[in-house]
Every structure is written in structure tokens, then in C-alpha cells.
């Protein structure tokens, strides 16, 4: 039996900026500074491989952020169909 290693952290070694992610970005200041937003979680992959996470709790409860968490992995995962990972309906 032989198996491919495929490493988790992918080079992308660009310091291109993403257009989607600035756009995602800008919309989310807009919606802060609008007031709209009380409290924010977020997750991503630098340029070099690497992750970073942070979150602000604002006026947020902890369970809210947790569960908009939960829902985001979930989205990824079901995005993603190279994942491997089979979750239940």
C-alpha cells in the first residue's frame, strides 16, 4: 500500500493581494464602522503557508461567537471536496 504526504501548510509565496479577500475585508470595515458588527472571529492563511486566528469579543456573547464559528468550519468542510472529511447532515 503506498500513500501520497501531502503537507498541510501550502507555499503560496505571493505577496499578491487576494481581490476577493480585499473586497471581503473592506465590506467587513464598512459593517464595523456602521455599527453593525459586535464581534468578529477570523482565520486565515498567510502568504508564506502559515495561520493565524484572532477574534474580538466586543459586545458579542462567547456562545454567539462559538457557534458562528462552528458554522463557518461547517461551510469550509462542505465547500471544500478534497477535505476528506465526512460530516453528518
Known amino acids: ?14 505577496n499578491e493581494p487576494e481581490p476577493t479577500v480585499v473586497e471581503m475585508l473592506e465590506e467587513l470595515l ?3 464602522r456602521r455599527g453593525e458588527i459586535a464581534g468578529l472571529a ?17 459586545r ?3 456562545a ?3 457557534a458562528s464559528v462552528t458554522r ?8 471544500d471536496s478534497y477535505s476528506g ?3 453528518p447532515g
Do not use: C, F
Request: aromatic residues 8%; glycine residues 6%.
Open 42 to 58: 477570523a482565520a486565515w492563511v498567510n502568504s508564506n503557508g502559515g495561520t493565524t486566528t484572532n477574534w474580538a469579543s466586543g
Open 1 to 14: 500500500m503506498s500513500a501520497e504526504i501531502v503537507p498541510l501548510t501550502a507555499a503560496y509565496r505571493s
Open 30 to 32: 464598512d459593517q464595523a
Open 72 to 79: 463557518l468550519w461547517r461551510q469550509v468542510v462542505q465547500a
Open 60 to 62: 458579542a456573547e462567547a
Open 85 to 87: 472529511i465526512d460530516i
Open 64 to 66: 454567539h461567537m462559538l
